[in-house]
C-alpha cells in the first residue's frame, strides 16, 4: 500500500522571494507537494495603532502587488506556483488543513513584533507540526556571540562583536521545486481597490521607479554593483537628494523580503574580489548591519519599542497638536527643507536618509509633538516601510532609543544649505518658490520684500509663514545664499536600509 504524499504550506509574508528562502527550501526539501501561501491579512489595510492613519498606503501596496505577482510568476516557470488569499492566516492556514487532509507541515519565518508574533502564536495551534526559521538578517541569530538579551545598546559595540566573532552564512539556493497539490485553487491576487487603498500615479519627479518583486531587486543589484560601479562611491554620494543612484535603494526590496541581506553581502564580497575593495563598499554592509541591529533591538525590548517613552523609558511631555502635525504631514511648516521632503514622501513614498533625518529631527525637537505621530506617518507612506527600522530610528530621533549621545538636534536651515545648497532639491518639490533660484530658498522668511516680489513669493499666501522658527537657524540666514556653508555636520551614522532602512547620513 502505498503511503499517502506529504504536503507542507509554507507562509510567506516579508520574504516573497526565491533565492535565499529557508522556510520555501526546506519545504521543498521535505515534502511531495508544498504550498508556497500568501495572505492579504485585512488588518493591515486599517488603521495605525494611536493615531488611526492608513496602515498601509498606496506606493507599498503597489509595491507589495507587484512583488508577489514576481514571486507568482517565478514558481510558475519552475512548475509551482503562489496560492493566494485575502484573510487572516490563522484563519485561512487552518481551512487550507482542513480541504488538502494530508498536511504534515507548515514552516515560515519568525518575525520579532507583536502583531506578526500574535498570529505565530494562533498558528501553532493548527493542529499540524510548525517548523520556523530565521531568516531576515545579514547576522544569524544563532550565531551571535551573545544573548539576545544581552545585546549592547550601542550599535558600535553590537557592530564591532559581530564584525569579529560571527560568520555570514552563505546564500541558500533554491534548486529544487515541489508542485502543489493538484485542484488547489491558486487565488486571485487582489487590486487596491479591493484591499479599499486608492490607486496613486506614478510622479514624474520620483528618484527611481520603484517596482516589486525579486526579479527586480536582483537586477538592481546588478545595476549598482557591475553596470554601473556605483558601490564603489557610495560612501561619497549617499546624502544626495535627487536621482536614481545616490544610494542603493536597496531598502526598498529588503523590506519585502524580494532581496536578502546575505544576497547583497556576498554579492559584495565577490565585486571587491573582482573589481574593488574600499570605504564605500564597506559602507554598504555597515548599513545592512544597522538594520539587523533594529530588528535585534525589537527582539530585546518587545513592545517597548512601541511605547512613548521608548526603550529608555523617558518621560518627555510629547505635545499631539493635530494642526502642527498636518502641516508637517503634507508639507505646510513653511520650512522649505522640511516640506519638500514631506512632499516627495507624499507623492512617491520615499525620502532619502538625509531627508528622513531631518523631518523626523523637526518633528521631535522643533515641534516638540509626539514621534509615534511620525511612526505611523512613516509607517503609512513609505514603500520601504520596515517595522524595526521605521521605530527603532525614530526612537534614536526623539533621543529615547538606542543611542549615546543627548539632545541631538539638526539644524534645518545649515542641513539643507550643506546638502541642496542651491536649493534644486527644494525647487524640485516646492514649485510655488522656483524663482527663488540659489539657496536663501532655505530661507525664505529672510528675504526682503522686493526678492518676494519678484520670485512671485508672498508668505502666508503662495507660500506659508514658518510655523517655528529655531534660533540655531539665523546663523546661517544671515551669510550669502546658495554657498556651502562648511561641512556637513557629523552627528550621525548612516542607515541607507531605512532611516535607512529604509540611509542613516
Not at 495605525?48 to 514571486?71: A, C, I, M, Q, Y
Not at 561641512?487 to 531605512?498: E, L, T
Request: hydrophobic share 35%.
Amino acid at each position: 500500500m502505498a503511503s499517502k504524499a506529504r504536503i507542507a504550506i509554507c507562509l510567506l509574508r516579508n520574504d516573497v522571494r526565491l533565492h535565499d528562502n529557508e522556510a520555501l527550501s526546506w519545504a521543498f526539501k521535505n515534502a511531495d507537494f508544498v504550498v508556497p501561501l500568501y495572505c492579504f491579512d485585512p488588518r493591515h489595510y486599517k488603521g495605525t495603532w494611536h493615531f488611526n492613519l492608513p496602515k498601509t498606503g498606496s506606493h507599498r501596496l503597489k509595491f507589495l502587488l507587484e512583488s508577489v505577482s514576481d514571486l507568482r510568476n517565478t514558481l510558475r516557470l519552475k512548475g509551482s506556483n503562489l496560492i493566494v488569499r485575502v484573510g487572516k492566516p490563522e484563519v485561512i492556514v487552518p481551512e487550507l488543513v482542513k480541504t488538502l487532509s494530508d498536511v504534515q507541515n507548515l514552516v515560515f519565518h519568525e518575525e520579532v513584533t507583536y502583531e506578526e508574533l500574535k498570529v505565530e502564536k494562533a498558528l501553532k495551534h493548527c493542529g499540524i507540526d510548525v517548523k520556523t526559521f530565521w531568516g531576515h538578517t545579514l547576522y544569524h541569530k544563532s550565531d551571535l556571540s551573545f544573548s539576545v538579551n544581552n545585546l549592547p545598546d550601542v550599535y558600535t559595540q553590537f557592530r564591532k562583536s559581530v564584525e569579529a566573532k560571527c560568520p555570514v552564512r552563505k546564500v541558500i539556493n533554491v534548486d529544487e521545486v515541489k508542485p502543489v497539490p493538484e485542484g488547489l485553487e491558486e487565488g486571485q491576487i487582489p487590486t487596491m481597490e479591493d484591499l479599499g487603498v486608492k490607486s496613486v500615479p506614478v510622479d514624474p519627479r520620483i528618484a527611481l521607479n520603484f517596482k516589486g518583486g525579486e526579479t527586480v531587486a536582483l537586477d538592481r543589484l546588478n545595476h549598482y554593483l557591475w553596470e554601473t560601479d556605483s558601490v564603489a562611491t557610495y560612501k561619497e554620494t549617499r546624502n544626495g537628494m535627487i536621482g536614481a543612484d545616490y544610494s542603493t535603494k536597496f531598502s526598498t526590496w529588503l523590506a519585502h523580503g524580494c532581496i536578502s541581506p546575505r544576497k547583497i553581502f556576498w554579492e559584495i564580497k565577490q565585486y571587491e574580489q573582482e573589481r574593488t575593495a574600499n570605504q564605500s563598499t564597506y559602507w554598504v554592509i555597515f548599513e545592512l548591519l544597522w538594520r539587523d541591529y533594529f530588528r535585534y533591538v525589537a527582539l530585546k525590548y518587545g513592545n517597548q519599542i512601541f511605547y512613548e517613552g521608548g526603550v529608555q523609558n523617558k518621560r518627555i511631555p510629547w505635545k499631539q497638536d493635530k494642526a502642527m502635525f498636518e502641516a508637517w504631514k503634507d508639507g505646510r511648516t513653511g520650512v522649505p527643507y522640511v516640506d519638500a521632503n514631506m512632499r516627495e514622501m507624499a507623492a512617491t513614498g520615499f525620502m532619502s536618509n538625509r531627508g528622513r533625518q531631518n523631518v523626523a529631527s523637526f518633528l521631535t525637537k522643533d515641534l516638540k509633538l509626539d514621534w509615534r505621530m511620525g511612526a505611523e506617518w512613516f509607517e503609512s507612506q513609505l514603500i520601504d516601510h520596515d517595522v524595526t527600522s521605521n521605530y527603532g530610528n525614530w526612537l534614536y530621533s526623539a533621543g529615547i532609543g538606542n543611542d549615546p549621545r543627548e539632545d541631538r538636534k539638526f539644524n534645518m536651515v545649515k542641513q539643507g544649505l550643506d546638502y541642496d545648497h542651491d536649493g534644486e532639491y527644494v525647487r524640485l518639490w516646492v514649485p510655488e518658490l522656483e524663482k527663488i533660484k540659489d539657496g536663501s530658498v532655505h530661507h525664505v522668511w529672510t528675504l526682503s520684500n522686493s526678492v518676494l516680489s519678484r520670485a512671485e513669493v508672498s508668505l502666508g499666501e503662495t507660500y506659508p509663514n514658518p510655523i517655528v522658527i529655531a534660533p540655531e537657524w539665523s546663523r546661517h540666514t544671515n551669510k550669502k545664499s546658495g554657498r556651502n556653508q562648511g561641512p556637513p555636520q557629523k552627528q550621525n551614522k548612516g542607515i541607507d536600509f531605512y532611516f535607512k532602512g529604509s540611509q542613516k547620513h
